[in-house]
């Protein structure tokens, strides 16, 4: 049977493909824009047909129907990392959350250690060849169509075909819909003073040739917008934006001396612009890959010169960054941070940054702490911590010891709190 034959048998709408779910089975979804929104409208509709389902995914973008707490027996969420439309299901209690790194996801989707029943996906069109490319998010989503009972797709034009481990052949899919709604668009995150004041710092150290990993967030977009003097930047990532798309415009990243998958960037999903959309169409530069590919702290280590740049809420005298919890209240999740913390710091030249404001609450709360706050989940331990940078200077703490630590975080503090921090220093015996 022929390729288009296949795809012809399959097709069918969104309402007729969810009826694949049956009771009790968990749902793997990508992340972010990578999720079908067809399809999971379908399933919220239809939610109250269903008993014991579960959704499992890395940062919705919609608050879908089936985010219901009264619903919750019949379609429920558990979150890999939560976003605005899980985190209030989360700090309520009726959303569950799974603790992993990310480059470890599919480890545990192929251990068994996580379910994967159905995966929803959204996929480019099939090409001549019976392909299709996730190229919006590879992330867990391979592991999970190596497992699952059924692959369903929701197919779309505007979704890129991207090279790269993203491909899924139409004999491996068990049905499909199609939409041709566009891709929801990501904007740039604010970016204030205080923002561009870190950015500073952190760009001056990043030298012509290093190779990037740029989190989501506000300051790592900062630093983005001041290496526009830079050459010859590389791209090892998790995330591919439109920050990213800028500097490979403006002739920046290149790629030409990056030692691991030379002239290539890597990523594991895309969040942005309909611009950046269709910039990683067939981009014979750009590659998009599973998460415990470009993750992997031993093989992104394998880079010279990675430069991490990620963002926490808390960090306290020890080094200890809590990123993703306001105390015991979850808020986002591990995510990727912790991964290439560690393969910065396995890099031959890399630099790990974690980057914060100073403080929080309109200057009212200090976010260098002498300890976390009770319950506060670590994301970065003290034995990974590189740079902290904040917007009154950098604070360098590998190979320092406690004290050393101390002293080097409360003189990046904000000038208001550094009395009190010394005291409670003092006090812990560190000053």
């Not at 996906?121 to 169509?145: K, R, V």
């Not at 068990?174 to 004041?197: F, M, N, R, Y």
Request: aromatic fraction near 8%; hydrophobic fraction near 40%; include cysteine.
């Amino acid at each position: 049977m022929s390729v288009q034959s296949l795809y012809q048998q399959k097709r069918m709408s969104a309402s007729d493909a969810i009826r694949v779910v049956r009771n009790g089975d968990t749902i793997v979804v990508p992340t972010a824009v990578g999720e079908p929104p067809a399809l999971l409208t379908a399933l919220s509709e239809a939610r109250r047909d269903f008993r014991g389902v579960q959704v499992s995914q890395i940062l919705p973008v919609r608050k879908y129907a089936y985010f219901d707490p009264e619903t919750a027996e019949h379609v429920r969420h558990t979150a890999y990392f939560f976003s605005g439309a899980s985190r209030p299901g989360g700090q309520d209690g009726w959303i569950d959350f799974v603790p992993a790194y990310f480059s470890e996801l599919p480890a545990l989707l192929n251990r068994n250690l996580l379910p994967a029943d159905v995966v929803f996906t959204m996929a480019s069109p099939m090409d001549e060849h019976g392909f299709f490319s996730l190229s919006l998010a590879a992330d867990y989503t391979m592991a999970a169509i190596e497992r699952a009972r059924v692959v369903v797709l929701e197919v779309n034009p505007n979704v890129p075909f991207a090279n790269g481990d993203c491909h899924i052949h139409i004999s491996q899919v068990g049905a499909l819909c199609e939409s041709e709604d566009p891709i929801l668009e990501v904007g740039l995150p604010k970016i204030g003073p205080v923002q561009e004041a870190i950015g500073k710092y952190v760009a001056e150290m990043i030298p012509n040739g290093a190779t990037l990993q740029i989190g989501y967030g506000g300051i790592p977009d900062a630093v983005v917008m001041q290496l526009t003097d830079k050459h010859d930047l590389g791209i090892h990532t998790e995330m591919v934006g439109d920050g990213i798309m800028t500097l490979v415009e403006a002739g920046v990243v290149t790629n030409r001396k990056k030692n691991y998958h030379h002239g290539k960037m890597l990523a594991t999903f895309a969040l942005g612009s309909k611009k950046l959309y269709q910039f990683m169409n067939r981009n014979p530069a750009l590659e998009m890959h599973p998460v415990d590919f470009t993750n992997d702290p031993f093989l992104a280590g394998q880079n010279d010169n990675l430069h991490a740049i990620n963002a926490t809420m808390q960090i306290d005298f020890l080094g200890q960054c809590g990123s993703e919890s306001l105390g015991f209240a979850p808020y986002s999740g591990t995510g990727g941070q912790a991964d290439f913390v560690r393969a910065a710091n396995r890099s031959n030249g890399g630099k790990a940054f974690i980057v914060l404001p100073s403080t929080a609450k309109n200057d009212t709360i200090s976010r260098i702490v002498p300890t976390l706050a009770a319950g506060t989940h670590v994301s970065t331990s003290k034995n990974d911590i590189n740079y902290v940078v904040t917007e009154f200077g950098v604070a360098q703490l590998r190979g320092k010891t406690a004290k050393q630590r101390c002293e080097a975080l409360i003189a990046i503090a904000h000038p208001d709190f550094r009395g009190e921090l010394r005291e409670a220093a003092k006090k812990m015996k560190l000053l």
